[in-house]
């Protein structure tokens, strides 16, 4: 839209004669709400042009120093004023001269002293052009950041559903592999607490054993990235979680490695699972010490983020969602990512390390944790100057949880009766002989309603251990429900490789609910059973916030 008010009129008179001011001003008496400023060297007026935000330049023809003709091609060199109107004034009214004028660049050309009327209708028709090409100059540029910001926000979807469709993917097979390496873990330990092997057969085994380890460690990772893991999240502090790590992290980073940890002392809460944030941070540190080859120094920092009146340096960064977080930054002084590498780096098993050295999991299960806690990971790199990467994680009103000292359990069964809830059959089998073999009295059902039977039976049951998803009308939950109304004395243990959506509010397990973690060895299967029924628990309510799951970390 070209404007036709003058307000904006800024015009710029140029010429080595003081009285051209006063004709020029008395000229433009009928030009509304212009401003009139004048200089006489044009050597300094072509900054002026600038400085001044000139809308109109009238310039002399004949100046000692500098020409008109001069002055004009200075101010067309400079892409700041190359567009700015110029009117040429003159006493002579010569066609050649004129016309070197025009290739010279300016807008027009009048012979001095105009008519005040020509003076005002040829400054403004200028004044108008100027600013018609300033403001589209203006909205081609914000056309500009707006097409920017459509492709980054394009890019950034096309980035979510690319890791959702493979979490969709990892997910699904991380939870049938679960049960594949329970049946394989649970009938390999069988074998061994039936006993009669030879050495070589047992040797076998334990390299079968072995095996399956391998196996749950690569699932657990799947899961977390696919964000299924059945997370055990506690109200923490991660302050006191990074200070218990300490030891841990200077481990990993070596002797000639440098760590500065800040941790702000009135750091807020978060609610997360403590095994898998160690794991988190574990994984961080490693990925730095083999981006630093053993130097560099290590940076480790908790603060408060975001809220209503952050201090300065805890605003929240772009694709973090307004709220209040704890921040944990992990930064590191290493050889850095490039682009190419930074945009795939959350990807499961992408790596640029050397085969056998680094399965591309760490960062995809930092990815998958820190989503499914309800937070956000950001990771800044370049090349040559190191990685930072930052965790937010919700805050929690409540107060940190101290955690419950561990308790000496041994690892041995007994006489109490456990009812086994659980689809698939060779799982079932496996677990039903292992509990038998322990010495426990063990009742099976294939599913909810089957189990549901069994309790309402008036048969004694002390733990009714089941896995949470199941085929069939009557959840893994239902079934807890009416454990707590027909034998309140009992406890219930839940297994599963993947809790999405059934244990879990918002991705996470209530840290009442007792969970153990598919695949699970037998020795951490008969801890949580002696652990549930140690005496003094009188029943499903007296449940004790205990986090559950065994670390597994990464080797890089
Ligand atoms: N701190 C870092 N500095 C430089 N590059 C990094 C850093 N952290 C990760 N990377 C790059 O991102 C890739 C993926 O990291 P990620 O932790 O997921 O897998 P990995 O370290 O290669 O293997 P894993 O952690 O499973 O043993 C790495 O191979 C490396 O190229
Ligand atoms: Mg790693």
Redo the contacts with the bound molecule.
Sequence with gaps: MIENDTSHCSILLIDDEPFAQQIIEHGLKSCVKHVLRYESSPARAVDLVCELKVTVVLVDLRMPDLDGFEFTRRLRANPATEHIPVIMLSSEDDPEIKAQAFAAGVNDYMVKWPDPRELVARVQYHNAACIARRERDAAFASLRVSQQQLAASESALHQAQKMEAIGQLTGGVAHDFNNVLQIIGGNLQLLKMVGGLNEVARNRVEMALAGVERGAKLSS?LLAFARRQPLQAVVLNPGHLLRDMDDMMRRVLGPNAHIETSIDPSLWSTVADPNQLNNVLL??A???R???GGNGALRIRASNAGGAAPSPGAALPPGVAAGEYVLIE?A?T????PPE??Q??????????PVG??????????YGFVKQSGGEII?D?EVGR??S?RIFLPRSEQDAAQPEAPVDVPLYGGLETILVVEDEEDVRSSTCAILSALGYEVLEACDAAGAIAVVESGRHIDLVFTDVIMPGPVSSLQLGEAVREHLPHAQVLYTSGYAEGVLAHEGKVSASVHLLQKPYHPDALSARIRHLLRPGRTGAAANSPRAAGTASV???
Excluded: C, W, Y
């Excluded at 290493?334 to 990512?337: A, S």
């Design positions: 990772h994984n961080l490693i990925n730095a083999d981006a630093m992990v590191d290493g050889r850095g990512m590498v930074l795939r780096a959350f990807e499961p098993f992408f790596t640029t390390k050295q680094g399965t591309g999991l760490g960062l995809s299960m930092a990771l790199s190191g990685t990467v990464s080797a890089g």
